[in-house]
């Protein structure tokens, strides 16, 4: 049952985490480096 709770917790966190990322990042196109222009 521990492993199954910790599965669905490492799920639901790493799904929130993307839905931050896709809601948060920014308009122009995707670089993490800005210096890659």
């Known amino acids: 049952m521990e492993i199954k709770h910790i599965l669905i917790i490492m799920f639901v966190v790493f799904c929130a985490f993307m839905v931050a ?4 990042r920014p ?3 995707f670089h993490k480096t800005p210096d890659a222009s």
Do not use: G
Not at 21 to 24: Q, R
């Open 21 to 24: 990322n896709w809601l948060n």
């Open 27 to 29: 308009k122009r196109p």
